[in-house]
């Protein structure tokens, strides 16, 4: 699998996915409630652990996207942010170099 369908993949996985996954998580922990497989104090617990869980992992996955982001646009020869803006600095000091120049002919 290359890197576009990975990271096709991840997004998509990724769109909608939390709130999915906290409210079946609820509705799981509800219902073991009612049925007395555990109690509302463990059900609780059972939520908030796996929910700690899943932002870990998400923070995770969160990481390797951008990381693979990265890799693509750099695939691609995009220029980061740092260097266009370093860029447009030393374009900036030509112009002025060029300006001052033009200045001292027509003096």
Do not use: C, Y
């Not at 769109?15 to 409630?33: D, I």
Request: charged share 35%; glycine share 4%.
């Amino acid at each position: 699998m290359d890197n576009n369908d990975w990271l096709k993949q991840l997004l998509l996985i990724g769109v909608g996915t939390t709130s999915l996954v906290a409210e079946k998580l609820k509705q799981v922990s509800e219902q073991w409630v009612k049925e007395g497989r555990i109690n509302p104090e463990q059900a609780r617990q059972m939520v908030d652990e796996i929910w700690q869980h899943i932002q870990s992992d998400q923070a995770t996955l969160q990481s390797q996207l951008e990381k693979q982001i990265k890799n693509i646009l750099q695939d691609f020869g995009i220029p980061k942010q740092s260097e266009i803006d370093e860029l447009r600095g030393r374009i900036d000091r030509i112009e002025r170099k060029l300006r001052d120049l033009e200045n001292r002919l027509w003096r």
